[in-house]
């Protein structure tokens, strides 16, 4: 169990970011407002860990327009893919390893 403790990300040890990990794994794509939904958290709370996560190539932002409106989207990078898979594997290992 010790090893899988140590294969866990920090950068996951948020709710949120966990959240904004599992929407973007099973969507193509996701703009603020859905992600903001699907989280239930602050356009400031989300914006913080979009950030985050952003700085360290674990998702993408992708800024254009619908109109003259501006619509930003996000999408998981594959070393954010890596990273997450990794992270869930080591969390299911520890699970495993107690029963």
Same mark, same amino acid.
């Given at each position: 169990m010790k090893?899988?403790?140590?294969?866990? *990300?920090?950068? $996951?040890?948020s709710r949120i970011r966990i959240g904004i990990m599992s929407a973007l794994i099973v969507n193509e794509? =996701? *703009?603020?407002n859905? =992600?903001?939904? =699907?989280i239930?958290?602050?356009?400031?709370n989300l914006a913080t860990h979009i950030k985050t996560l952003e700085e360290n190539n674990y998702i993408k932002v992708h800024?254009? $327009?619908?109109?003259k409106k501006t619509n930003t989207t996000?999408?998981?990078?594959?070393?954010g893919e890596v990273a997450f898979k990794s992270h869930l594997k080591a969390l299911e290992k520890i699970i495993n390893d107690i029963n």
């Open positions: 090893k899988a403790i140590e294969q866990l *990300n920090k950068l $996951f040890d794509s =996701l *703009n603020f859905d =992600l903001k939904g =699907l239930d958290v602050t356009d400031g800024k254009g $327009f619908i109109g996000y999408t998981i990078t594959r070393a």
